[in-house]
Every structure is written in C-alpha cells, then in structure tokens.
C-alpha cells in the first residue's frame, strides 16, 4: 500500500515554529524529490519548497519564505521535513506534500515553479494567529 502523509501542523502565534513532516510508505521517498506546496484560503497553491533525491544535495526555497523555512531530509526515516521559524499569519495554508515523476533532468526550481508531481500527500493546516 502506497502512501504520502503530511503532518505536524497546528495552531501557532505569530513568530512561532512548526516543523512539517512529509512520510512514505511502500515506497522510498529518497528515490524521489519532494516538494513541499500550499494553499491559502482563496488562493493558488505555490510552491514553496523543494529538495533532491538522493542525500538533497539541491534545494529550493520561495522567496517569501527564504530565511525562515528549511528543507531537509532523512531516507533512513523515509521522511522529508520542512521546518517553519518565523511564522507569520499569511504563511497560513494547508500545507502538502508530493513526489516528482522520478526524471532526474527536473530540477528542485522547476519541480516547485511547475508542480509537475507523481504522488500527493494529504495536507496538514496550518494557522498562524497575528
């Protein structure tokens, strides 16, 4: 049974930290890159993180989040996490995360900016209260 799952979000007061954690089964998440994705309440989903397969030598961070977020993985855990400091009530959303499609020729900025992915994981809320 394959699955994705996303937790590790709650609510948090401004200038807060969360750490997200993205974790698989049935297969291994290292074999992939991951990126992590949200939606606000009335907007897109962006693309706000993304890591390499393999050890994550690569990763990407949006702008709106450089400097607070960071990406990191661990395969012997099959888990990806995105840590959260700094948190501001706009990073409010439902957190995701996915897979890409296993091409190694796609980069971490494109697999965030196209969100061309294979596997989605459920999402987790995230409220950050001013």
């Known amino acids: 049974q394959f699955s994705l799952v996303a937790s590790g979000g709650g609510l948090v007061q401004s200038g807060g930290s969360l750490r997200l954690s993205c974790t698989a089964s049935?297969?291994?998440?290292?074999?992939?890159?991951i990126g992590w994705f949200r939606q606000a309440a009335g907007k897109g989903r962006e693309g706000i993180s993304c890591?390499?397969?393999?050890?994550?030598?690569?990763?990407y961070i949006d702008d709106s989040v450089k400097g607070r977020f960071t990406i990191s993985r661990d395969n012997a855990k099959n888990t990806v996490y995105l840590q959260m400091n700094s948190l501001k009530p706009e990073d409010t959303a439902i957190y995701t995360c996915?897979?890409?499609?296993?091409?190694?020729?796609?980069?971490?900025?494109?697999?965030?900016?196209?969100?061309?992915?294979?596997?989605w994981g459920q999402g987790t809320q995230v409220t950050v209260s001013s």
């Open positions: 996915a897979t890409d499609r296993g091409d190694p020729r796609t980069s971490v900025q494109d697999l965030c900016a196209s969100q061309d992915t294979y596997w």
């Open positions: 049935g297969f291994t998440l290292g074999s992939y890159a």
């Open positions: 890591i390499s397969r393999g050890g994550g030598s690569a990763t």
